[in-house]
């Protein structure tokens, strides 16, 4: 898709990578790029560069409301990384348990059951990754 | 259910009371308390003195994640009071807007639409009321 | 489509009407008839002939699992007339406020609020219904 | 929000305004538009310049897929104007009700029934649209 | 959280666990007790405790209708248990696939398909267990 | 279930078998086969037969607005084996991307998130499934 390759979906791009490295996950939606360049360049240039990157609201609470959205539609996956910027982000884990208790009053216990296991999930891969990196071993993530 | 009016449910029911009043809504969930007494107890009891009454999360940040939970999940009814309490709580209206758009990009441009006309309808309303309260007449929300 | 009106589909349709009689729900769909005979012969004649005329779980049973399920996908419409067959199957209002607290922690407060909304439009349509029986004045449902 | 204004994002505005012709809904989303000019120039420059404008899919099977996703979510508003823009890019009523029976058993049989009623308010709308139009009355949708 | 600590609570508490028990499912949700405790005493107080033993309804038709919402919302885990309670509780297994074709239809076949892939995975797994039991070996579930 | 294997019953499962065999997906749904030859019957009897093997609408669209509808759903297990029947009804690689984007921007990005990792499961199985035949050896899907 030439076209979107234009000046100005660069400067977008840009943007959003920048925002990406404010959070913590330059690396991510690795998959998206491998299957279209331009889904990668839609999530980072108009996502994270247009609408993460927006004025109004600060970072802090746009990714409390994303992590809120996320609980709440308890997809299989797509969360385990907002569990790793939140926290990135200076949002701390007790914080995320009050969010996951809040948000599952609004969206049912599953939600909350969904949740809990997934932030475990997030939380042992943390402690595997610590534990590699005393060790020289290499850590590739099985979650994001 | 005389069960759940022991003295420790009367409590509870307080916090909650007390929480809703914090949040400018004191008058909500009469249908429910007509429909049935224990639910509503529950509700204020439970939902807002058990959960919204909890300490590790700000008031605000709880209204927060509810609006954007429930933006999320896009339901009929339910979230138009949640526009007016977080504007009790001093969420701007350029926020709440912000967050439409961000939550919207998780859970579909459709959740955006509706937000904004349940948004809308929200802020008529608040003029029609003061419009009757100028005129010194009565005024019933057909919202809420 | 010519094929569908075979007639096996004709039992398919008796069985359902049948099922439909017993459950007190014989004039419904009429908007689905009146758009396409097709999808309203596959309502009455799928839906209730070959499924909820099925054996192996009691009438009362499909309709609790089935108002459970409603309640929990909150959709705008499609839900009022089950509370209305729920009662006519014997199920109480008692029993019908208590799948909704059961199912709403399951499912989300909203849920709740919004089955209360609709069970209470339900019961005020009856009252209204019974009121026009007695002036022998006519009543056309807005709900179903 | 002057950073959108950029001749970038006129461009995308320009071409999202031509898709939307083609579609036959210009003069849609304006509550969007009174809410919040930053959201309205969004949805034209990025929903319908950037994505709907995309190659790669006819504008038909575009609206196709689209209309399948929103009977699927069943959100209570927001559909209405896509049966409108099927039908303006040839897609016709017999087609429209086999996506709500095909949509509808991949989704659940409320979602058919939450589809007919809307598209059964669409058709009763343009009814009297017609007659509006006949007597040089003017007309004003409730659905969109 | 001390104020939840009070002796109100634990009564909810050991209300909860009574529950629990009846249902046979005594030894669950411990990855929420490792997160939280306090979101652990309000799983077992408030859901177990104040919800399921609630009177108005057996507990048997608690657990048809949260079995539906469950397999109604999809979700990626939560649900496996609950097949489990329910077979503890004398529902069959023709009753508890009769509740799947039945909801099945009003939340769409792919619930159906996920719902039958879960019961599948857990009547595998009793068969594992049994096995190992037979074998005096030691057996840890993977779903639960 | 006696009634269902009526004679009437094995013409619309033979119907059934018909579109699944021009879809490429003869082997399917037999954990439904193992748990109950009733629902078996009844997905290959009434979806395929009765419902994707209606006229009115080409079997690529049905496949199309399936894909949507099980985008937007995004439910865990239950659309890996539409994006095979997909490339076998010759709709493309690029389409199928294509139909991600736009459903995902109406269903938000985290269904598109998981279209991808699904979508990329599929392809790097079907490469397995290569070699595995190159090489003489069998291969079972882990996904189907």
Do not use: C
């Amino acid at each position: 898709m030439k076209k979107a390759k234009s000046r100005d979906y660069d400067a977008r791009f840009e943007r959003g990578m920048k925002v990406l490295k404010r959070m913590g996950r330059g690396k991510l939606m690795l998959n998206q790029k491998a299957l279209s360049e331009d889904m990668y360049d839609m999530s980072v240039g108009h996502l994270f560069g247009d609408v993460w990157g927006r004025p109004g609201l600060s970072l802090r609470d746009r990714q409390l409301v994303t992590l809120a959205a996320n609980i709440a539609m308890a997809r299989p996956t797509g969360n385990h990384s907002h569990y790793l910027s939140s926290m990135h982000l200076g949002i701390t884990q007790r914080e995320i348990i009050e969010v996951m208790i809040q948000v599952g009053h609004y969206t049912g216990w599953p939600t909350l059951s969904n949740a809990v296991r997934q932030f475990t999930e997030i939380l042992e891969e943390q402690k595997e990754a610590e534990k590699a990196k005393k060790l020289g071993k290499p850590f590739k993530s099985k979650l994001l």
